[in-house]
């Protein structure tokens, strides 16, 4: 590839060389593949070029995916803010919903309790059962002891009139 220098004047135009490697970015002004300053473009070419290519620097970042999702994020979000600040103002403010969530919570909490205390609840006719039962168990303990208190009375009496006996005999006579 030859450049073109303005001392030699050659037939041939200026030589077109590829766009550099080095210079890949968005924001670099279009190449225009010239290799010198002196070209066969008009100014009014160069000015059109320039303007575009800055219209094209200025204009890429809203055409970004990213910047794109990131505005509906937060276009999203507003809108649910404000949806919550009108849902606020219709059910009376903040202590107003505070008041209702805690009486909502007590009543739930009143029906688990309800449930549970039906779910455990006795019969009346199993609770009369197991009252009689209860009875004839205390009955017939207290039978048990009467007995045993009575063999104990019966063996102290034995053991009595056995040591009166024994007394008997020793005795110094």
Same mark, same amino acid.
Request: charged fraction near 35%.
């Given at each position: ?12 135009p200026? +030589? ?18 010239? %290799?010198?300053p002196?070209? *066969?473009? +008009?100014?009014?070419?160069k000015? %059109?070029?320039q ?11 809203? %055409?970004?995916?990213?910047r794109? *999702? ?13 949806? *919550?600040?009108?849902?606020m ?11 209702q969530?805690?009486? #909502?919570?007590?009543?739930?909490e ?5 449930s ?10 199993? @609770? ?11 009955? *017939? ?5 009467i ?11 034995r ?5 009166? @006996?024994? #007394? @008997?005999?020793?005795?110094? %006579?």
């Open positions: 590839m030859t450049d073109f220098n303005p001392r030699i004047i050659t037939s041939s200026p +030589s077109v060389r590829s766009r550099p490697l080095f210079d890949q970015s968005p924001d670099s002004p279009p190449y225009t593949g010239v %290799s010198t002196f070209s *066969d473009t +008009s100014v009014v070419e000015l %059109s070029d303007r575009s290519a800055g219209h094209r620097r200025s204009m890429q970042p809203l %055409s970004s995916p990213i794109a *999702d990131s505005q509906m994020r937060q276009m999203t979000t507003e809108r649910q803010q404000a949806r *919550d600040r009108r849902a103002r219709m059910r009376g403010g903040i202590d107003k919903m505070e008041r969530v805690a009486q #909502l919570e007590q009543i739930q009143r029906r688990v309790l309800d549970q205390a039906t779910y455990h609840m006795l019969d009346p006719e199993k @609770a009369a059962a197991l009252e009689r039962e209860q009875e004839e168990q205390e009955d *017939d303990e207290t039978l048990r002891f007995e045993e208190y009575q063999w104990c009375e019966d063996e102290l009496r053991e009595q009139e056995l040591i009166e @006996a024994m #007394l @008997a005999r020793f005795s110094i %006579s």
